[in-house]
């Protein structure tokens, strides 16, 4: 069915041909929100996504249930109601819709279609305060932010470390920057060995050899008074006229001394400021106001535990193992694909933390269960089976590239295309890597491109893929990718709502006579698939 809406019987992912069922419930960062300040609506909206994501398998639907009473921790979960999934759904100016001549009609079916809610939405968070931020249980109560993996910590915490660090000098900043445990704390301490290098610098200007009083031979044992008479300088050195600035070797040092301590001081304050505003955008976001964690967190406690939430898996097989564990790989093959390639090839930092992390280029690799969820819903039209030809747009790191590359077997090609000329790079670089990844790329199974994403793109001659995977949010479906979409084909695309705020991800699926059917599938928060930057 082209265009309008449809309700789905239970079996429709036997419909699309999915040998592996499409995930019977939202990716991990959908699940775990509880969602509005209006219990009401919250529970409309969790009825509907329940029903989006539950194929009536009573097997499933247990499996469902359970999970989503862990991940809400709510009693009445069970409660939920259940409707007929909607298929197709958005509104009838809906971004996914607006260059397609096949538009919805607006049907009552569309009205059960709720709008994302602000945390569905922020479920893959890529801006920058969020690529690194979590809320963490525990230490610091409920609202403590993490910010690159510490605590901000507080105003009080920065000036004490500072005092320590001033008053105990070199020892004093060793100390406390090497037991820091907040942005507070590292800052208050750095700022501290500033203040102590200002007043090395000071110390050293003021030479005391010079002005303390030499002899203490005065009237009733006090210092004799300069005789204003004497010098005690060389008449032979004094100059006639100012014109040179005579400085010593000890006062360069001084100098040098005080400028450096400025410099550390400065810094290290802006950083804390920096790090603080950090928190409060974090804090002022309106999910916060509804007393619930932020989404990325609740994954992450889900996937590795509390302790891990700072700490993280330490090892590849870990991270998949606990993202298998927790559901969020639901399919063996696709966990085997993901043990095969080490995030730590991709990703800068914490590689085996469920999180985006940024890889510079305002670009960010997306979460795990982010990439895991893009694999099963197209999973059908991955197996290597046949040669498979799959374009993975926005390729940035290309750690989805090289696992999509591990899933289509020997016979496919997967192509990363990427319209920023250094992160096409990177993500070659990064493919290198490893022995398999060298190998992947010599036998031409993973191609790393430079290019337009929006438009699609040709290789070896052939512009049909079996699976189109975007990494950006687009402001439409471009009709370039639909076209370019093999019949049957899939499709798995973050696409903008119509007021350029939210996004949802949409499964595109073109059946085998060209019939294209468009599945909303979550909110997300992608960076946007736009015009390279210049230079590019
Ligand atoms: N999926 C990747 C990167 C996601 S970030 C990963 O997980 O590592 C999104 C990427 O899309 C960025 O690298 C950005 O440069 C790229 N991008 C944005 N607009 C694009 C366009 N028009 N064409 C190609 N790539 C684009």
């Given at each position: 069915m082209a265009g309008g809406y449809e309700r789905v019987n239970a079996h429709d992912e036997e419909d699309h041909g999915l040998s592996q069922p499409t995930p019977s419930s939202p990716p991990p960062s959908f699940h775990s929100r509880s969602s509005s300040p209006n219990s009401r609506r919250h529970q409309q909206v969790d009825s509907t996504l329940a029903d989006a994501f539950d194929d009536d398998d009573d097997n499933t639907d247990d499996e469902f249930d359970d999970r989503q009473r862990h991940h809400f921790a709510n009693p009445n979960a069970d409660s939920v109601q259940r409707t007929a999934r909607v298929m197709g759904g958005g509104g009838a100016t809906d971004g996914v819709f607006?260059?397609?001549?096949a538009r919805p009609e607006r049907q009552d079916a569309e009205k059960e279609e709720q709008p994302p809610t602000y945390e569905q939405a922020a479920a893959d968070a890529v801006p920058p305060y969020w690529e690194t931020t979590i809320f963490a249980p525990g230490m610091g109560g409920a609202d403590e932010v993490y910010v690159d993996g510490l605590p901000v910590g507080s105003v009080f915490s920065f000036i004490w470390n500072g005092m320590i660090s001033t008053s105990f000098q070199l020892v004093g900043f060793l100390l406390t920057y090497l037991l820091h445990s907040t942005h507070a704390a590292k800052n208050g301490s750095r700022a501290g060995l500033g203040i102590t290098l200002i007043q090395y610098g000071f110390y050293m200007k003021a030479d005391p050899v010079g002005d303390a009083?030499?002899?203490?031979?005065?009237?009733?044992?006090y210092a004799a008074p300069?005789?204003?008479?004497?010098h005690d300088f060389d008449e032979h050195e004094v100059t006639d006229g100012g014109d040179t600035l005579d400085f010593s070797g000890g006062d360069w040092l001084a100098y040098v001394l005080m400028i450096v301590g400025w410099f550390i001081l400065i810094k290290s304050t802006v950083e804390y400021l920096k790090a603080r505003r950090h928190e409060q955008l974090v804090l002022q976001t309106h999910d916060r106001g509804l007393g619930v964690p932020n989404c990325s967190l609740e994954c992450i406690r889900l996937v590795l535990g509390h302790c891990a939430v700072r700490y993280g898996s330490d090892s590849n097989r870990a991270l998949v193992d606990n993202l298998y564990e927790a559901g969020l790989i639901k399919s063996p093959i696709v966990k085997d694909a993901f043990l095969k390639v080490d995030r730590a090839d991709y990703a800068p930092h914490n590689p085996y933390k469920d999180c985006p992390q940024s890889i510079g280029h305002s670009a960010t690799i997306s979460a795990p269960h982010m990439h895991a969820s893009a694999i099963e819903y197209c999973l059908a039209y991955l197996s290597p089976d046949k040669e498979r030809r799959v374009l993975d747009i926005g390729?940035?790191?290309g750690y989805l590239t090289h696992i999509l590359a591990e899933m289509v077997g020997d016979k496919g090609t997967v192509v990363g295309l990427e319209h920023i000329r250094e992160l096409r790079d990177l993500g070659e670089r990064n493919a290198q890597k490893s022995a398999r990844g060298r190998q992947l790329l010599e036998a031409g199974r993973i191609k790393f491109r430079h290019g337009d994403g929006r438009k699609g793109w040709v290789e070896d001659g052939k512009s049909d893929w079996d699976v189109i995977h975007v990494g950006a949010s687009a402001r439409i479906l471009h009709e370039e990718l639909l076209e370019q979409l093999k019949a049957p084909g899939c499709m798995f695309i973050p696409v903008d709502d119509e007021h350029g705020i939210d996004q949802s991800v949409w499964r595109i699926e073109k059946d085998a006579k060209g019939e294209i059917t468009r599945q909303r599938l979550f909110g997300v928060r992608y960076v946007p698939l736009t015009d390279p930057p210049r230079g590019s």
């Open positions: 607006a260059n397609m001549s009083p030499s002899n203490m031979g005065g009237q009733d044992g300069p005789d204003p008479n004497s390729s940035g790191s």
